[in-house]
């Protein structure tokens, strides 16, 4: 995130950019790529924003160091919900604290360019819609975030302004707790097919398809619907693969247990 952050946002006049790594590896990168590093305290100093592109569990540990030395009116910006709804941020009234995160290109869309089409993160080539949050400051704390935030992911398709805990609800609740874990299974659940005797071809091109066919209906792409035995399949299953509880990690307690273990500092 912080080369993708570098290389949009160091092309771009209206931004001068100064470059934090903490380490010689970093900074040595950094040198390789024609970007001079500045050391942390004079660039926070100057900074009118200072960009959070670190590991969840280093969002606190560093805020607390960076957030101290910055200047009143600026702002800070975190690429993921957790630390800020876990309250990992130092407290200041003079400075505004703004969250961004793309939705990455989305599975439906109307690319015509192939490398477009095969961009699934997200890297500049696809069209993606970006969720940010403001949780402190003014409209026009959020309205100078957000050109950032547009900068940084574009080409964008929507920018959707939500609460910081709303976009906690979408990630991890939504896209990590319930959607990568769910589509690891079915990831597992290929291997299984191989091991049983399926072609490992065969097994992938029937699960791509169907998983295309099965998204476009779930999510009202087309107007179709399962059939009959897939529809009993679907209910018969939800039994024998999902507690009863399930949508319990999306309640607010489960929430904040699952966002104050992310960034934990280790």
Sequence with gaps: MGTRACNRLGDDPAYRLLCVEAGEVGRQRLRERGLMPVEADAAVQEADVVLLAVPDKLIGPIASEVVPQMKSGAMVIC???AAPHAGRLPHRD????????PAHPPIFNDETDSEARRDFFGSGLAKQA???????????????????SKKMFGPILRSHRVTVEQMAILEPALSETLAATCLSVVREGMDIA?????????ARDFLMGHLGIEIAILFNEIDWKFSAGA???IEDAKRRLFRDDWRGVFSPGELKASVEAITAPQ
């Design 79 to 81: 690429l993921d919900p």
């Design 94 to 101: 003079d400075l505004s604290y703004f969250v961004t995160h």
């Design 130 to 148: 970006i969720v940010s949050a403001i949780l402190q400051g003014t409209d026009a704390d959020y309205a100078r975030g957000e050109a950032i």
């Design 194 to 202: 191989v091991e049983r005797g399926v072609p490992p071809e065969a």
């Design 231 to 233: 529809q009993q399949a």
